[in-house]
């Protein structure tokens, strides 16, 4: 392991920022069915997968990790499912927050509030309120996330500030744009990882990810494992030694 670590080690002089890896675990219900087990056994391993990515994630010293764990599309799911998967979010979180608080992981959520329980979203306030200094790993959870809804989101709040007079239409830039975005504050994602073998974005940081080398995986998340991460990584910093300008920077 020692060795992977060593290949894998992150030059400090790359970006300011660290590595950024943003992920679509996709193929939960794939891997359960192939089981013969109900999709919400698929939905449970993939926590698990989730947890291993965050502890990998941090060994590995990355500085940002995003995860699309809810699309704003996923509202069109049996109700049972849904239910599933916000009961695996309350677990969690409940579970696994004063871990990852001790372990210095700042907790961020994107997506839209509507449609979201009270108490769901006091628990995710919380956990953001109380994680708010750490500075080990930022993990960003996208929940009841879409990316046309959130750019919508920020195009009308634009639009507000300038009929408010605060910003001119002029003042619109990708810099200001940006900064109305949920993802206001982070860096852009270096590299994308989708699992299952589906080649899509699926509504996912399309703004965002501009720029970012992608990775298709074919293994279905619940077997996403640290291995199947440093291959990732290692891929992506393959293309950047081929395609990157003269210093180690994402290709872009
Ligand atoms: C894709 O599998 C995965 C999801 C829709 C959600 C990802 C959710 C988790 C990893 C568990 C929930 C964790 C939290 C923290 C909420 P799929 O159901 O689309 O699989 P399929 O394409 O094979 O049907």
Redesign the pocket.
Known sequence: MKAAMDKLSLDPAEGQGGLHVAII???????A?ERGLP?SE??RQ??E??RRTVDASRDLGLTHLTL????SE?WSRPKQEIND?FG??RR?VRRDLADLHKNGVKIRVIGTRTGLDQDLLRMIDDAVELTKDNTTLNLT?A?NYGSRDEIARAAQRIAEDVAGGSIAASDISPELFNSYLDTAGLPDPDLLIRT?G?LRLSNFLLWQLAYSEFVFVDV??PDFSRETLEAAITEYQRRQRRFGGTTARSAG
């Open positions: 675990m996709d193929g939960n219900g794939r891997w069915a999709r698929g939905h993939g926590v997968a989730l699309y764990s809810f699309s996923n998967l695996l979010l969690f959870i929940f299952s589906e279905y998340w």
